[in-house]
């Protein structure tokens, strides 16, 4: 393993392009809230490194990502997001940070030895650290209350992630997990991804 991959601990894995058309995603049901909608979904996720990035005395390594999503048998996205993935080696510790073009955005984290296999993250409303922030409506609506991601490398060439958001929805009676899945495998690697 590189310096480079070592750096960036088990993200040292993810550079490159992914692509994926076995995910499954359950959210409420548009305009019938109380009903809960299943959409098969593919998606391309592209992660490129952007080095060294210092915080003082802390020392990150991360990933610059884009995520794209379209139901299958459509070629409309319902779905994109943008973000950093990093990864601070000192503390073990892996941070995920991205922006969702509905108004909302997420700084997760959690541990994960350097050659972890496998991490969680997670993220609730409220913490100073790992939080979640909202526009209004969403927050009025549909509050994002907590979120958790579960990945797991599976091989340099496929990873799968299982992410449940949960939400209060106005009008139903209890908290929904609004859940998102999917195996990705890789569609290329691009050397200059990784400088």
């Given at each position: 393993?590189?310096?480079f991959?070592?750096?960036?601990?088990?993200?040292?894995?993810?550079?490159?392009?992914?692509?994926?058309?076995k995910?499954?995603d359950l959210?409420?049901?548009?305009?019938?809230?109380?009903?809960?909608?299943?959409?098969?979904?593919?998606?391309?996720?592209?992660?490129?490194?952007?080095?060294?990035?210092?915080?003082?005395?802390?020392?990150?390594?991360?990933?610059?990502y884009q995520?794209?999503?379209?139901?299958?048998?459509?070629?409309?996205?319902?779905?994109?997001?943008?973000?950093?993935?990093?990864?601070?080696?000192?503390?073990?510790?892996?941070m995920?940070?991205?922006?969702?073009?509905?108004?909302?955005?997420?700084?997760?984290?959690g541990?994960?030895l350097?050659?972890?296999?496998?991490?969680?993250?997670?993220?609730?409303?409220?913490?100073?650290?790992?939080?979640?922030?909202s526009?209004?409506?969403?927050?009025?609506?549909?509050?994002?209350?907590?979120?958790?991601?579960?990945?797991?490398?599976?091989?340099?060439?496929?990873?799968?992630?299982?992410e449940?958001?949960?939400?209060v929805?106005?009008?139903?009676d209890?908290p929904?997990h609004?859940?998102?899945?999917?195996?990705?495998?890789?569609?290329?690697?691009?050397?200059?991804?990784?400088?």
């Amino acid at each position: 393993m590189s310096d480079f991959d070592d750096n960036l601990g088990p993200l040292a894995r993810l550079v490159g392009v992914w692509e994926g058309d076995k995910g499954e995603d359950l959210a409420p049901e548009t305009p019938n809230r109380q009903q809960t909608a299943r959409s098969e979904f593919r998606e391309r996720i592209v992660f490129e490194s952007i080095g060294r990035v210092d915080n003082h005395e802390q020392i990150l390594h991360g990933l610059r990502y884009q995520t794209v999503a379209w139901r299958i048998g459509s070629d409309q996205p319902f779905h994109e997001e943008s973000g950093y993935w990093l990864y601070d080696g000192e503390r073990e510790l892996v941070m995920r940070c991205f922006i969702v073009p509905r108004g909302i955005s997420v700084i997760a984290g959690g541990q994960a030895l350097r050659h972890a296999e496998s991490f969680d993250l997670a993220a609730k409303l409220g913490s100073a650290t790992f939080g979640i922030c909202s526009n209004p409506f969403l927050d009025r609506e549909f509050r994002t209350v907590s979120y958790t991601l579960k990945v797991k490398l599976l091989s340099d060439d496929a990873w799968s992630y299982h992410e449940d958001t949960v939400l209060v929805v106005k009008g139903r009676d209890e908290p929904f997990h609004h859940t998102d899945s999917n195996t990705l495998t890789r569609a290329a690697f691009d050397p200059r991804l990784n400088e």
